[in-house]
């Protein structure tokens, strides 16, 4: 079992910036992959980015590309999001996940914990 617990999440202005942690427990972190994803009201889970278990591969949804930035310290067990630039179409509860996989981190069903979300409201 792996333990996900994500903070930092808040009330923020358009063009603000917030930087999401997830701290993880149970299993050796490094292990695992890591995901974040986001729910707005109303809409599917998607997507926001993924970490390889070194950090070394780091992958982005493309409305996230150059504002936002995954990384990873597995010596704390953690993963964080930063995100800059911040619009209001960002509102919504961000998740991180944790995943064995290999492949398909783009996909929400391939992960196997999850944390249970923080919320994100960009004020325009």
């Known amino acids: 079992q792996v333990q996900l617990v994500e903070s930092g999440g808040g009330l923020v202005q358009a063009g603000g910036s917030l930087r999401l942690s997830c701290a993880a427990s149970?299993?050796?972190?490094?292990?695992?992959?890591m995901g974040w994803f986001r729910q707005a009201p109303g809409k599917e889970r998607e997507f926001v980015a993924a970490i390889s278990w070194n950090g070394g591969s780091i992958y982005y949804t493309d409305s996230v590309k150059g504002r936002f930035a995954a990384s990873r310290d597995n010596a704390k067990s953690a993963v964080y999001l930063q995100m800059n630039s911040l619009k209001p179409e960002d509102t919504a509860v961000y998740y991180c996940?944790?995943?064995?996989?290999?492949?398909?981190?783009?996909?929400?069903?391939?992960?196997?914990?999850w944390g249970q979300g923080t919320q994100v409201t960009v004020s325009s």
């Open positions: 996940a944790a995943t064995t996989r290999a492949t398909e981190w783009k996909t929400a069903y391939f992960y196997d914990y």
């Open positions: 149970g299993r050796t972190f490094s292990n695992y992959a």
